[in-house]
């Protein structure tokens, strides 16, 4: 097909921008390429971006339509999305047969492994772009799917998330040309004339790529595994979670664009919608096409690919229980500001918010003075208390509880201990069925083993416990159990003594758990930055894979080596 971008195009465009993140990646210094504010959109930001009305305007536009991509194996049309804000969204998008659409998937894929690496990485940069012009539509997209407040939804959903493909990429990029393309080999052979032989290498995808998709964080955290596959030479279909559909729909659309644009196949992405309660991701992800698999989710399912689709590399995201250990401070307010901040953010409703503090129950030394563990947990609760009194703010926050299972367990939550921090419920005066709720925090005693069994398992969503350890040793012996048994996403610890800071980082080591030390002022622990933190590390039971590093994408291909007699 004719290309409208050629690869020289593609260079002259995009080339500038893989070399910078290349730097980035080695360096691990702060770097973006995609713009967090919403103003740098539109008319005097980002050329060819659309402004925020334009955004929202073409969302509007998509809504109670039907998202027409032309990829094979259509049999028929589903949706059913409903905003946890309220409205239905009304979007039917195709349904695939898979027999009809992965041989179809296939039929690209000798042209876009010919293409090289080079290539492959300034297309995805050119999709990734397309997607960034449109950031203030995905933000209204991530929002009305995930329930985030529309801040976090452009911010997460859309630089953020776009970084996080552009890293895959990067990181894809640096794998397959660690091994030049080509190469003279000569052995000496004394006084006869030397072998010589003419070698190739070719980086070689494994085969099509299954992306499950997530609620929560529809395009960040399926972004990393859609570009580490399509940079890698896979095909790429992409099977959302049937709550948040919109967002990868509209990129796999972008993506198929932009692949027809520049001559390759646009059915190397294609979209794979179930209908209520089908659950196709069980039955695609055993078949024999599929050969890559990426997945964010729950721990069962996550537990049951790992388990079965033995054909795949398979790549989990799953749960994990987040703790935070409280030895020490030299800036009390500056800790409970954010831990309040981090408790909040997104009603709790991310893999990376922390569940369990470990509070000495004989109190810590503080800056303001020794305080008790009633002090801490009571002096906690004032502060997210205080970061969500105005509903405004806290709207702005929280944005909607997800789905009715966390709207569950928080209720339940308060028969689960002594409750230190109620939950109350805000309103939201531009959507009125949102359902949103401030956090819970429930005090538990660390030496008792009923208390240990509900704090020892994962309570997704705006509920933490405030868990009294006999001692820091104590609380160090916990995090251990808890990272090498349950597995932790993020830890956070509070010390004054470089002694339990070193403890604290060996458990950490050991047990292969991302650790953030004394954090008081604006990053928290449920915030990573790409190209510089590593989410996850792929070393305990919460994930298998790190977003992202070059594990993450090596092994989606092969080196295939062609020996020619010189």
């Known amino acids: 097909m004719a290309a409208e971008l050629s690869p020289q195009q593609l260079s002259d465009k995009h080339r500038a921008t893989l070399d910078k993140a290349i730097e980035a990646i080695r360096t691990r210094a702060y770097w973006s390429p995609h713009p967090e504010h919403p103003k740098a959109y539109g008319e005097g930001g980002a050329p060819g971006s659309l402004s925020a009305a334009e955004g929202k305007a073409a969302f509007d536009a998509v809504l109670h339509t039907r998202l027409a991509l032309g990829q094979p194996g259509t049999d028929a049309w589903t949706g059913g999305e409903v905003s946890p804000y ?13 027999d009809v659409l992965l041989p179809a998937m296939r039929a690209g894929t000798v042209a876009w492994r010919e293409a090289g690496p080079e290539t492959r990485a300034l297309v995805c940069l050119e999709i990734l772009a397309r997607i960034g012009a449109r950031t203030h539509e995905f933000a209204h997209a991530v929002m009305h799917t995930s329930g985030q407040a529309f801040m976090m939804a452009f911010q997460a959903g859309g630089p953020h998330a776009q970084d996080r493909g552009l890293e895959a990429v990067t990181y894809a990029y ?3 040309t660690r091994t030049p393309s080509t190469a003279d080999w000569s052995k000496p052979q004394g006084k006869r004339d030397p072998l010589e032989l003419r070698k190739s290498f070719t980086p070689a995808g494994r085969g099509v790529s299954l992306l499950i998709g997530c609620n929560t964080f529809p395009t960040w955290n399926g972004y990393p595994g859609l570009f580490a596959s399509l940079a890698t030479g896979n095909p790429v279909l992409v099977k959302p979670h049937p709550r948040a559909v919109l967002p990868l729909a509209l990129t796999v659309k972008v993506a198929r664009e932009v692949l027809s644009d520049t001559g390759f196949d646009p059915n190397l ?18 078949r024999p096409e599929i050969r890559i698999i990426d997945y964010t989710g729950s721990t069962a399912f996550g537990d049951w690919l790992e388990a079965n689709a033995h054909q795949a590399q398979v790549y989990t995201e799953k749960a994990g229980v987040n703790t935070i250990v409280v030895d020490s401070t030299d800036d009390y307010r500056g800790m409970l500001s954010n831990l309040a901040f981090s408790l909040s953010l997104y009603s709790g409703q991310m893999c990376t918010t922390p569940q369990n503090l470990l509070i000495p129950r004989d109190g810590i030394a503080t800056d303001a003075g020794d305080k008790t563990y009633d002090d801490v947990v009571s002096d906690l609760a004032a502060a997210v208390t205080g970061l ?3 509903d405004s703010r806290a709207n702005a926050l929280l944005g909607a509880l997800v789905n009715p299972e966390v709207k569950g367990r928080l ?31 429930v005090k538990l005693d660390g030496a008792k083993p009923e208390a240990e069994v509900v704090f020892l398992t994962e309570c997704f969503g705006p509920v933490s416990f405030a868990v009294a ?16 048994d349950k597995g932790a996403m993020t830890v956070g610890a509070y010390t004054t003594s470089p002694d339990v800071e070193r403890a604290i980082e060996d458990v950490c080591l050991d047990e292969s758990a991302q650790l953030s030390l004394n954090l008081t002022s604006g990053v928290y622990v449920n915030q990573t930055a790409a190209f510089s933190d590593f989410h996850g590390s792929g070393g305990n039971p919460a994930a298998n894979a790190a977003l992202c590093d070059g594990a993450f ?6 080196v295939v080596e062609v020996r020619r007699q010189a």
């Open 388 to 390: 969500l009194g105005d």
């Open 469 to 484: 350890v006999d001692s820091t040793e104590h609380a160090l012996e916990l995090l251990r159990r808890t990272i090498r």
């Open 86 to 98: 309220g409205p239905e969204l009304g979007v039917e998008y195709p349904h695939a047969d898979p």
């Open 553 to 558: 994408v090596s092994n989606r291909f092969r």
């Open 174 to 176: 640096e794998e397959q």
């Open 411 to 441: 209720e339940a939550a308060a028969g689960l201990g002594e409750v230190a921090l109620p939950s109350r419920e805000v309103t939201n005066p531009e959507f009125p069925d949102a359902v949103v709720r401030t956090p819970v925090v």
């Open 269 to 286: 992405v294609c979209l794979a919608v179930e209908r209520p309660g089908e659950g196709i991701a069980r039955s695609l992800a055993v």
